[in-house]
C-alpha cells in the first residue's frame, strides 16, 4: 500500500501570513463567488479567531499593521502553484481557466464592498491589541 502526503502548504511562512490565510480560507464564503458573482465574509467568526490567536499568541504591532495589507495577497502563492499544475502537468485548460479565475476573482473581491468591509473591519478590531512588551 502507497500514498502520498501533499505538504504544499506546509512551507515555512511567519505567523501573520498563517493568521492571514487561516482568515481568508475560514470567514469569506467562496464558494459563493462563482454562483453569485460575490462573496461575504462572516465577521464575527474572524473576531473570534482574532481573539483566540491572541490569546496564544499576541500579535506585535508589526503584525496588526501587517494582517489587513497581507489578507488580499495571501492565496497567490497557492492560486499560482494550481496553474502551474493545471497548465503543466494535468494540462486541462478548463481547470487551468478556473484557476486563473481564483487568482484574479479573489484578489477582486478585496476591491469590492464586501471584500473592503472585511478590510475595515480587520484594521479596527485590530486596533484594540496592545503589542505585547518586546515585540
Excluded: C
Excluded at 511562512?13 to 453569485?36: F, G, I, N
Excluded at 492565496?75 to 496553474?83: D, I, V
Excluded at 503543466?88 to 477582486?108: F, K, Q
Excluded at 464592498?113 to 491589541?129: D, I, N, S, V
Aim: glycine share 8%; net charge negative; no cysteine.
Amino acid at each position: 500500500m502507497a500514498g502520498i502526503f501533499d505538504f504544499g502548504l506546509a512551507n515555512r511562512t511567519y505567523a501573520v501570513h498563517d493568521l492571514a490565510l487561516a482568515l481568508e480560507r475560514a470567514v469569506v464564503s467562496w464558494l459563493d463567488l462563482p454562483e453569485t458573482g460575490t462573496a461575504t465574509a462572516d465577521l464575527a467568526a474572524a473576531a473570534v479567531i482574532l481573539d483566540g490567536y491572541q490569546t496564544v499568541r499576541p500579535l506585535s504591532g508589526a503584525e496588526v499593521a501587517a494582517l489587513p495589507r497581507l489578507l488580499p495577497v495571501v492565496h497567490l502563492e497557492y492560486a499560482l502553484s494550481e496553474l502551474d499544475y493545471f497548465t503543466g502537468v494535468a494540462v486541462s485548460p478548463a481547470h487551468a481557466d478556473l484557476a486563473y479565475e481564483y487568482l484574479t476573482g479573489h484578489a477582486r473581491w478585496f476591491g469590492q464592498p464586501p471584500g473592503a468591509t472585511l478590510l475595515g473591519f480587520l484594521a479596527e478590531h485590530l486596533r484594540a491589541y496592545r503589542p505585547s512588551p518586546g515585540r
